[in-house]
Nanobody, 121 residues
Framework: VQLQACGGGLVQAGGSLRLSCGSS????????VGWFRQAPGKDREFVAV????????MYGDSVKGRFMISRDNDKNTVHLQMNNLKPEDTAAYFC???????????????WGQGTQVTVSS
């Protein structure tokens, strides 16, 4: 399944952005979808995951209470609403699809291209 992530940009600290991950594959609803991020010189970090029907969201500790993941299978889209952004949220954000519900990137088979989020102080 091919994934396309978009919605990144430059925002001031305290601001918000909404990322979207879309696919044209009719099988999109059969996959768990997660978001990960990678800052320069750092390892890829788990951000959030939603199950196949948009329930049971799970978040990385650094984004809990600020980010929200949602899913619309009718539109083959998963969103990541990011509020109260901080400079440390600056990274390339990737969406990925897996058959298994997990925060471990190794279990994700399909990856979209990154979308850059830059938060200025």
């Amino acid at each position: 399944v091919q994934l396309q992530a978009c919605g990144g940009g430059l925002v001031q600290a305290g601001g918000s952005l909404r990322l979207s991950c879309g696919s044209s594959a009719y099988t999109f609803r059969n996959y768990v979808v997660g978001w990960f991020r990678q800052a320069p010189g750092k390892d890829r970090e788990f951000v959030a995951v939603t199950d196949k029907v948009g329930l049971s969201p799970m978040y990385g500790d650094s984004v809990k209470g600020r980010f929200m993941i949602s899913r619309d299978n009718d539109k083959n889209t998963v969103h990541l609403q990011m509020n109260n952004l901080k400079p440390e949220d600056t990274a390339a954000y990737f969406c990925a699809a897996s058959y298994r519900y997990s925060s471990h990137e190794s279990l994700y088979t399909y990856w979209g291209q990154g979308t850059q989020v830059t938060v200025s102080s």
